[in-house]
């Protein structure tokens, strides 16, 4: 299956010329292994995958003690992995490389020393277990991963040419019309399965929602392992924020509340835990902005957020868990629309995974007045424009599940913040659409923002 990050490494090969290396972060399980050798084998004459989940303790012993003499490093692994390396045609990817920080430490010797080029792959990277007592190389250039989009999914079931109309309507701001229908159909889809890479394959080879619910299920149990072995001092508060993500996105208010995790919790106290799970790439954290004005990380407020799983497909799994499957009946109800409890968490859900992935960070803006509320207001995502000017640089984007809506708080918000706000975005399941100055986005649009 093609991915997109395919064309970034291009880029960083033609541009480096062996001057950096590139890691590649993300979750477990979207395909940084894969993207690596598919990499590897069709742009080298030859590669040497150390995969440091499998090497051999000898293996590790080379990076401790040859780091002074490449020249005995480098033949020790092409004996040990029997791959001749060519200078300057041949690469070496260090796969899970935070799992041999020692490793990661001798890119900045083996950049300079200018024979290969060098892949990384790696999850978990910032977490302190990985990087302590290592200097980071300056050397190295990090590019993230995220599950498959919905391009990607598309050209995963061979309908690249719907994309390609897609692209070419939102170009010209006109509506798909006719086919509309197919593209929202696709899209559902796509939401369901998810971006898992072994889930988009199993459905695309069997059309299977029950074999696909169980590879989600496997995933999830990966992510379920890492917790328990990898969050060192804080994997029962990582466990416990990851198991309430359902019950607390399915709040009409999808800010994330601590105290249905223990009375009287503070920020601080779970601040770590957090952080832990959007290292793992495992949820992607939406940050409250008290005002949109030209910065938004100016204005974050890092104690009031929404958790959001970084892959919608797994959301579903993890949701609808009570026996250990989600039924087929569920997700017949979801592929057409007929589930009404959960969905705007799972519509909300992937408008953000969608503009994580598209390179967006992820605000949103929330106000309630206890004296008078006609002020409260509630605005699901706030995007910056990408050129910046003295005035009107915050998008803010509204996200509506349902075909019947009211967009009181996003009148309400640009009332209060015209000099801030430009070219208000409703983001819903209709067609494309331009009225009364605001912007209504088919969903599957959305990573074209």
Excluded at 184 to 204: C, K, N, S
Aim: hydrophobic share 40%; charged share 25%; glycine share 4%.
């Amino acid at each position: 299956m093609k991915r997109k990050i395919y064309n970034e490494l291009s880029k960083w090969k033609n541009e480096s010329k062996g001057k950096t290396a590139i890691l590649i972060e993300g979750a477990r399980r979207i395909g940084k292994s894969y993207i690596a050798e598919e990499f590897a084998r069709n742009e080298y004459d030859s590669y040497l995958l150390i995969d440091f989940n499998k090497a051999k303790p000898i293996v590790w012993d080379w990076f401790d003690n040859y780091l002074d003499d490449l020249d005995t490093l480098l033949f020790n692994l092409q004996i040990e992995y029997n791959v001749k390396l060519i200078p300057r045609r041949s690469v070496v990817i260090f796969d899970e490389v935070q799992l041999c920080p020692r490793a990661r430490t001798a890119i900045k010797y083996l950049v300079a020393d200018g024979r290969y080029d060098y892949i990384e792959t790696g999850s978990l990277i910032s977490i302190k277990k990985n990087v302590k007592d290592i200097v980071i190389p300056s050397e190295e250039e990090s590019v993230n991963m995220y599950p498959m989009d919905f391009e990607e999914f598309l050209m995963a079931v061979n309908e690249e040419m719907l994309w390609e109309f897609i692209v070419h309507c939102y170009e010209r701001q006109i509506p798909l019309k006719g086919l509309h229908r197919k593209a929202l159909d696709l899209f559902r889809t796509y939401m369901i399965v998810g971006g898992m890479p072994q889930a988009v394959l199993e459905y695309r080879e069997s059309r299977d929602f029950d074999r696909v619910d169980k590879v989600k299920r496997m995933i999830l149990q990966v992510y379920n392992n890492d917790i328990a072995k990898y969050a060192d001092n804080v994997e029962h508060k990582v466990q416990s924020i990851f198991d309430a993500i359902p019950s607390q996105l399915q709040r009409h208010e999808k800010k994330f509340r601590l105290s249905a995790l223990k009375p009287n919790a503070t920020y601080r106290d779970y601040d770590d835990s957090f952080f832990w799970l959007a290292d793992s790439r495992i949820v992607n954290i939406c940050y409250s902005c008290t005002e949109p004005n030209i910065g938004l990380r100016l204005n974050m407020e890092r104690n009031t957020l929404k958790c959001y799983m970084a892959d919608t497909g797994l959301l579903i799994s993890h949701s609808f868990n009570e026996n250990g499957n989600t039924p087929a009946e569920l997700y017949q109800k979801l592929l057409h629309g007929k589930l009404e409890v959960n969905e705007g968490m799972l519509v909300e859900n992937i408008v953000a995974q969608m503009l994580r992935a598209a390179g967006h960070k992820l605000f949103f803006y929330s106000h309630s007045d206890r004296n008078d509320s006609s002020n409260d207001m509630e605005i699901d995502f706030l995007m910056a424009k990408s050129k910046i000017t003295s005035r009107h640089n915050i998008i803010p984007i509204e996200v509506k599940s349902s075909q019947r809506y009211t967009l009181t708080s996003l009148r309400k918000f640009t009332a209060k913040y015209g000099e801030y706000i430009t070219d208000p975005i409703v983001i819903h399941s209709a067609d494309f659409a331009i009225k009364d100055g605001m912007t209504f986005l088919p969903l599957y649009m959305t990573p074209l923002l």
